[in-house]
């Protein structure tokens, strides 16, 4: 290995790691250790976000939670300041800092189903496909994300919703405990009975109490299809479809969820080419249940207008969840922002319409998801996730390939941001946060910030863990005022 590393400290200044101290800290791990130029190095610090170039003066790759103490204790005993990457899928890029040390858990990727208890043991660096694929050879799901290569645990820590939430709850509210490994090194169980209050903050808090080594969830049957699919209209027809979409999510039992996006056609093999390139609406939708009275839930979006095309279908769940991933995939320059509405109001809708004739790229897109249903039925302080009222979540998913068109196509996102404020909620989801929005915490957590910094005061005094959307402990919270 020979030479020594630098390693950013807690306190800022830099710390030298000679190669024998490098040693023992491998000797103690099931994995390894790796730093640039070395095997497994690059594949740990690229992740989903083009945008996110940093390279970590050490990676360790974590096989097992006694890997991931190692690691803790590592970075504590030596103040260093550590990363935690599992699927790398954070629009922030928070899982990989410039001369930071990164525990990488994406080699962690089992997930053991027990059918007959209807649970499911996930390591933390599985991704969605993984936990897909697994639970549905015995027919059962977990309501997870909508993009496949999402990784379970970032998704998770901050909340969790896709096409299945409005029936079954958000991931957390399906979570029946967590391995955490602490900053003090020790392994916990968290869960309503042991550790309660560490259990109510990993429930949207994020990464911030510990290190997860695995997750325990609850699942349920679904599949192994669904009724699903996209209805694509022309972008002319949008003003007047998306109220009626927003009437529709209104009046949804919850098995049936309805998400709008709004973009240039990409050149799907279902659409006619001259639409390829041109600017569209479309209806993503799922319904979770009987196939006979999915048709009849959906026979309303489907009755809208003269659609360019509708492929509402039985789709097998493991290919639904994965529908979207082609125009997801990594590598690519991205930058969200992100705002809830109760209401979709005409003015919103204008808005983002208006923003639309503007598109700066042809891969940028606004999504509007609509949640609720069992979600909404939890209460706001039930977990650390605070926002349950059925509402619309808009992701202005700003998407390129280009570094010289980085500012026009931020500018566009921030401008449709600003243009929407008036009538949205003040709440935002954190996993959607982009890394330069520290002002939002509050909005993120809502009248859940103070117990959060208790909690975080009791189990993560120093900040060990500060590289994620940062609750700090009580104490220095208040100093920082
Ligand atoms: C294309 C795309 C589509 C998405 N769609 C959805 C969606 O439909 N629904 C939804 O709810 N979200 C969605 N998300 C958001 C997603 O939930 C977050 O990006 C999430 O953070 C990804 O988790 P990850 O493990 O891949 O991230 P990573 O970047 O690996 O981790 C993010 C952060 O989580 C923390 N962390 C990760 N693992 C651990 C651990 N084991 N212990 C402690 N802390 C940890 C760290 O602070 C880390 O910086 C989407 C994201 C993308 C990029």
């Not at 958000?170 to 602490?182: E, G, Q």
């Not at 916990?188 to 510990?210: C, K, M, Q, T, Y």
Request: aromatic fraction near 8%.
């Amino acid at each position: 290995m020979g030479s020594v590393i630098e390693l950013k400290r807690l306190n800022g200044r830099t710390k030298t790691i000679e190669s024998e101290t490098r040693e023992l800290l491998d000797s103690a791990l099931r994995g390894y250790t790796a730093t640039r130029g070395e095997d497994g190095f690059e594949e740990a610090r690229t992740i989903w976000n083009g945008m996110i170039d940093r390279s970590p003066g050490l990676v360790v790759r974590a096989l097992g939670t006694s890997d991931i103490c190692a690691a803790v204790n590592f970075a504590r005993d030596n103040g260093i300041l550590m990363s935690v990457r599992a699927g790398g899928h954070q629009i922030a890029g928070l899982a990989v800092e410039d001369g930071a040390m990164m525990l990488d858990l994406s080699l962690m990727r089992s997930v053991h189903v027990d059918p007959v208890a209807q649970t499911a043991r996930v390591e933390a660096g599985a991704l969605l496909a993984d936990v897909d694929r697994e639970t549905q050879l015995h027919g059962l799901a977990l309501p997870v994300g909508v993009n496949s290569t999402t990784g379970i645990a970032g998704l998770t820590l901050g909340g969790g919703f896709g096409w299945i939430t409005r029936k079954y709850g958000m991931t957390i509210d399906n979570l029946v405990s967590a391995d955490v490994v602490t900053a003090d090194g020790s392994v916990v169980r968290a869960s309503e009975a042991e550790h309660p209050d560490l259990f109510w903050a990993i429930r949207g808090g994020g990464g911030n109490f510990g290190v997860v080594s695995s997750f325990e969830f609850r699942l349920h049957p679904v599949g192994p299809e669904v009724l699903s699919g996209l209805i694509v209209h022309p972008i002319a027809e949008a003003p007047a479809l998306l109220k009626e979409f927003r009437a529709i999510c209104d009046a949804a039992p919850d098995e049936l969820t309805v998400w709008s996006v709004i973009r240039k056609a990409p050149p799907l093999p279902f659409l006619p080419e001259e639409w390829h390139g041109e600017k569209v609406l479309i209806f993503a939708a799922c319904y979770s249940g009987d196939m006979k009275e999915g048709e009849a839930a959906m026979a309303g979006l489907r009755e809208l207008g003269s659609p360019i095309v509708d492929v509402i279908g039985p789709h097998p769940f493991v290919g639904w969840q994965a529908a979207f991933d082609p125009l997801l995939t990594p590598g690519e320059r991205n930058y969200w922002k992100s705002r809830d509405f109760i209401e979709l109001t005409d003015r919103t809708i204008d808005a983002i319409l208006k923003s639309i004739d503007a598109l700066p790229d042809p891969q940028c897109e606004v999504f509007i998801a609509h949640v609720g249903g069992a979600m909404a039925r939890v209460a706001s302080d039930a977990t650390a996730f605070p926002q349950r009222a059925a509402h619309f979540t808009m992701n202005v998913h700003t998407r390129w390939s280009e570094a010289p068109n980085d500012k026009a196509c931020i500018g566009w996102a921030r401008d449709l941001f600003d243009k929407t404020a008036a009538d949205s909620a003040p709440s935002v989801y954190v996993n959607f946060m982009p890394d330069d929005e520290e002002g939002r915490l509050g909005d993120a957590y809502g009248g859940n910030l103070e117990r959060l910094r208790k909690i975080k005061a009791n189990y993560d005094p120093e900040n060990l863990f500060r590289l994620n959307h940062n609750i700090m402990p009580e104490k220095a919270a208040q100093a920082a005022q």
